[in-house]
């Protein structure tokens, strides 16, 4: 028995000493990270767009499209809007992206993804019952920053082509929201946001750590789960996306199904991504309060014990590693 525990105690130092080794180059590699020239990819881009913590996203709203669910008025705040995030990679810069398309947009845009080097990660509906019929195609990319805002510069370039118009240049409607937000607030633990009549909560996943081709995925570059609200404390609809790992999809759509919130798509919009992610789009009808109760059933599904656990057992490995390699 005491052998086996040498055994295994010098196993567990190699282990962590190669890790140090690994923590090592994973720390040198970080060093080499640039940071973006926002303002020459602005030139590039040619359109102003905002910034956290040295990342940049660029959106276009999709004013020109009248979507109508369910009697409900679909505007871009309430899902839809194209936008590319941009964050400094270890090959430069990574984008990820979201581009709303009509059936008629898809081919043609999707051609001019490949042509400028990009990558389509996913293709998938946020609605159902929704006339016009829009899609939403997920794009990445890697390489020299200025060379994917160029490449982005031209999809949008291409979705006005096809359209015949600028999407942001058309008309911006809002509409109506009545809904007692406080009430929201408090059911969800999340402070939302009031733009244009819809009121949209954005929840974060810290207890992840997400990466895509060695590059942290963080909440701006859509790494998050949302709703986004309207209408009348009687009569709202709710819109939008849980970001789920693995072992969270069943009991998630388990949840909402069971509080009378339809889950309308399952996908992933990633390729590469580190831990596994999958994404679900869901719409809800009915009374604001028992959505939001529905709406955090459903959220009280992620990062449940397990997951802590892994965590908790990840930052005792974290804390020995750094010993370990504090004394190396």
Same mark, same amino acid.
């Given at each position: ?132 019929? =829009?899609?939403?195609?997920? /794009? !990445? ?5 200025? $060379?994917?805002?160029?490449? #982005?510069?031209?999809? +949008? ?40 009549? =819809?009121?949209?909560?954005? /929840? !974060? ?5 997400? $990466?895509?081709?060695?590059? #942290?995925?963080?909440? +701006? ?108």
């Amino acid at each position: 028995m005491k052998n086996l525990k040498m055994v295994v105690t010098f196993f567990l130092f190699f282990v962590l000493i190669d890790a140090c080794n690994d923590r090592s180059n994973r720390n040198s590699t970080e060093k080499k990270l640039t940071a973006l020239d926002i303002s020459k990819m602005e030139h590039v881009l040619g359109m102003k767009g905002v910034t956290k913590e040295g990342e940049y996203k660029v959106t276009v709203a999709q004013n020109d499209l009248n979507v109508v669910v369910d009697s409900f008025r679909i505007i871009p705040p309430m899902g839809l809007g194209s936008w590319a995030a941009f964050t400094s990679a270890p090959d430069g810069a990574m984008v990820m992206g979201d581009i709303v398309v009509t059936e008629t947009d898809l081919k043609r845009v999707q051609v001019e993804v490949i042509r400028q080097g990009l990558t389509v990660t996913a293709i998938h509906n946020h609605f159902l019952r929704d006339t016009p019929h =829009v899609l939403y195609m997920h /794009i !990445g990319g890697m390489g020299p920053a200025e $060379k994917l805002a160029a490449a #982005v510069k031209a999809v +949008f370039e291409k979705v006005k082509e096809v359209r015949g118009m600028n999407p942001g240049d058309g008309k911006k409607d809002s509409v109506q929201n009545t809904l007692n937000t406080q009430i929201l607030d408090n059911i969800l633990g999340s402070k939302g946001e009031l733009s244009r009549g =819809v009121y949209k909560h954005t /929840i !974060g996943r810290p207890d992840v750590k997400l $990466k895509d081709h060695n590059t #942290v995925v963080s909440t +701006f570059l859509g790494f998050n789960t949302w709703a986004a609200w309207q209408g009348t404390p009687e009569r709202a609809a709710v819109a939008g996306d849980f970001a789920m790992l693995e072992n969270e999809v069943s009991s998630v759509i388990k949840a909402l199904v069971e509080n009378g919130i339809e889950v309308v798509a399952v996908h992933n919009h990633m390729v590469h991504e580190v831990p596994r992610i999958f994404f679900l789009h869901y719409w809800g009808v009915g009374p604001a309060e028992k959505l939001a109760r529905g709406l955090k059933a459903a959220l009280d599904q992620t990062g449940k014990s397990e997951e802590k656990t892994n965590a908790s057992l990840g930052a005792v490995l974290s804390n020995v590693e750094e010993t370990i390699c504090g004394l190396k």
